[in-house]
């Protein structure tokens, strides 16, 4: 379930020991989740297109512009035809 808030929803890859589904350097989106972040984990949308927890230490989270979130997300989430 998406939870509405002022988390942050974006995140760059600082680490991915060896992880074939991160890039080092690169943005994802962070899905929230309460449960996960309590033990130090976030939900990422991988390489994959999947969402799976991931060490919290791996990224480093983003509070970006109101409209560069809504133009990521639409990215991430486009609208069908």
């Not at 309460?34 to 991931?54: C, F, Q």
């Not at 970006?64 to 997300?73: D, F, G, H, K, Q």
Request: charged share 25%.
């Amino acid at each position: 379930m998406r939870e509405q808030g002022s988390e942050s929803r974006f995140a760059i890859c600082i680490q991915n020991d060896g992880s074939e589904d991160l890039e080092v350097r690169k943005l994802y989106q962070v899905l929230p989740d309460a449960t996960a972040a309590k033990d130090n984990y976030v939900r990422i949308v991988d390489e994959s297109g999947e969402d799976y927890l991931y060490p919290a230490t791996w990224f480093i989270l983003l509070k970006l512009p109101v409209a560069i979130e809504r133009t990521l997300s639409a990215a991430a989430f486009p609208v069908p035809a």
